[in-house]
């Protein structure tokens, strides 16, 4: 089993739609957790870290649920500009951390 | 600002080769992540750097091995290339090695293939 495993997609969503993402971990005693965007042979770009309260930036909404050990994204509205693959990200470690991400899922918004 | 940079961007090696990428970190790191990406797959860590020293180890082979300076810059060497190692290699800096919560910051990238 991978240690971080995504919704493979890709997703094909008009503008305007909302599209959800879903993320599993298999290290339970994993302390921190992100999404990243990535643009098409450009570096990860962080997006949102992701706390179990839950958080909020603008359209984009990310949660945390511990107990089930799973992470998901959602984006409302979406825009053309949204298109990108958008990465799973779990930190784990002591003294030291080891990042550890999804294989990512491409999303495709067409207008 | 100065954001995280690496050298080379592209490169060619033959089979059997040697290769060394670099890395400076963001102003203010003093962490140095390197990763491998290759074509429709996520970032695998492959090592961290921490005090000049390897603090965490992904599952890849010795032929992978890494540097940290001084100055916190990074090198990842890799010794007797294989077309399998054609990938693009990311090296992200954070600050201190120790809080997971930290957020990671990636370089640009280093376009590998091997012929």
């Known amino acids: 089993r991978k240690e971080v495993e995504q919704d493979p997609g890709p997703f094909n969503v008009p503008e305007g739609a909302t599209v959800a993402f879903n993320c599993t971990y298999s290290?339970?005693?994993?302390?921190?957790f992100f999404w990243y965007r990535q643009d098409c042979r450009k570096e990860p770009k962080l997006l949102m870290s992701v706390y179990s309260s839950g958080n909020e930036d603008g359209r984009f909404t990310a949660q945390l649920n511990r107990a089930s050990q799973y992470i998901s994204l959602l984006i409302r509205d979406s825009k053309l500009s949204d298109s990108a693959t958008y990465l799973c990200v779990v930190n784990s470690g002591v003294g030291g951390f080891k990042t550890i991400f999804g294989a990512g899922t491409r999303l495709f918004v067409k207008a | 600002d100065a954001g995280v940079t690496q050298s080379p961007t592209h490169l060619i090696k033959t089979r059997g080769q040697q290769v060394t990428l670099r890395c400076s970190p963001k102003s203010g790191h003093d962490t140095v992540s390197w990763y491998q990406q290759a074509l429709g797959q996520g970032p695998q860590f492959i090592f961290q750097y921490y005090e000049e020293e390897e603090r965490q180890r992904g599952n890849f082979p010795d032929r992978f091995s890494g540097h940290q300076f001084p100055n916190y810059s990074s090198e990842l060497n890799v010794n007797a290339l294989l077309l399998g190692d054609s990938a693009l290699y990311l090296c992200?800096?954070?600050?201190?090695?120790?809080?997971?919560?930290?957020?990671?910051?990636f370089g640009e990238g280093s376009w590998l293939t091997v012929v």
């Open positions: 992200a800096s954070s600050l201190g090695p120790g809080t997971a919560g930290n957020t990671i910051y």
């Open positions: 290290n339970s005693a994993s302390q921190s």
